[in-house]
């Protein structure tokens, strides 16, 4: 018996001993497990949101992480102490499609680098070429920045373009303590893109606000005035520069606005295309003038001279442009000859593919295309020929710079030639005097359009000066 109970109680002890360890053991088991798990899910956390607020391009801060690190330093100081500053690469997207995105993307990448080390705040890449800064109040160490910027972009001669590149900035004053980041950054980017620029740099003011109070009164005010048919077409004559004679006439849109008076289209234009309401003002526009064919310019013997029609690049882009086109032409059985299409040089430098094609189509059609502002933008020999124009029309800022200094003379003769040999036909904008008919005609300009002759006036106008 006492054998007996040695071994149950060797047994028990042994028992207890074996189930404490497997206790401990459990309970080690069950820490460590839940430790690694915490553990893992803090690393998978923070790495969620380091992700979250990293731009995977530059590997700096992205749009969020600005807003965070900026709402913190804006207010930790007294108002006013920090400019909010949006900027972009002037031209970035033409620099892409020419030469690829790689290309842009290390161009992107540079900048970011050469921002980080020029820059004494705040520094994040927003989206695409678009930067957010935030710097101390102080404009002339703002504009020290921008022009160093500009200067190591210039220098940077790996990155193919040098010369061509520079950025321009929106700046907003950080003066609000109730706005957040965000809207001054919005606010920047509104002003980068529509305000006046000074040295590559735009300021969000008082006055600046206003304007986007009153365009957007404009923009409002615009389907119902289209409806009620507020828009009048106006016409000026181009002339002939040898015989006098009427060759043609440019529509051009005027809005007698019953709730904001009359307007010349460059008070409200710039509106219409920020907005996406340009292409119904175009096509307004091509309904009236095909409504008053063949009255506003029969040209004799059953012909009709051509008026040309201006048509903005987001009209041009927008999908459908063609056969919108085609369809309002033939609708009212107006013939090809009778209709000029009319682009301004700008919108062919990016899309440039797509404008090209819509236009060729049009072309093919019989209608003729005109380059508008040619020499306002940056234009090349290698580009005109490959685009379907058959009209140049120089910009009347040639006539502007002085028509007797020599440099603009050869200028205006080069280009006269050139498009000449291309088969192109000449129009000269912005003809005020007799001087300008006069060198017009020495350099073999075909013809003209501007003050000398007439202002731009309504269709009764017109057709009582030119046509009776
Ligand atoms: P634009 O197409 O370059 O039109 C020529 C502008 O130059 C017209 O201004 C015309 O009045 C002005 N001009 C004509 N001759 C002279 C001159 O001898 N000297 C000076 N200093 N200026 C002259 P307007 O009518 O105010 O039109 C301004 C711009 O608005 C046009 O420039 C065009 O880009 C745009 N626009 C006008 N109507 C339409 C339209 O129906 N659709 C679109 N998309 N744009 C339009
Ligand atoms: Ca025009
Ligand atoms: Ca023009």
Redesign the pocket.
Known sequence: WELADKAVRATEVRASWESRVMLFVSAFLVLFTTAAIVLRERDSARRQRTMFLTDPLTGGSNLEGFYREASRAIAAAPPSTYLVVYTNIVHFRFINDSFGRAAGDELIMRLFEIYRESCDGLCARADSDHFVLLVKNDPLALRALCEKVDAELREAEDLHFTGTLSCNYGVCEADDSEASVASMVSDAALVLKAGVMDGGVACFTEAFRAKLSSEMEIVQGAGAALAREEFQMYLQPQIDVRTGALTGA?C?CRWQSGALGFMQPDAFIPAFERSGLISDLDFYMLEHVCRAYPLAMPGGQGRALPV?V?FSRPTVLQDGFVERFLETVRRYGVPPEAIEV?I?EGAFMVDEAVVISALSVLRAAGFRI?M??FGSGFSSLSLLRRLPIQVL?LDKEFLREGAEADRTKLILSDIVSMAKHLGMRIVC?GVETAEHVELLGRIGCDTAQGFYYSRPIDLDSFRRKYLA
Do not use: G, P
């Open positions: 440019e051009l040309s201006n009319e301004t005109a508008d502002d029309k904008e």
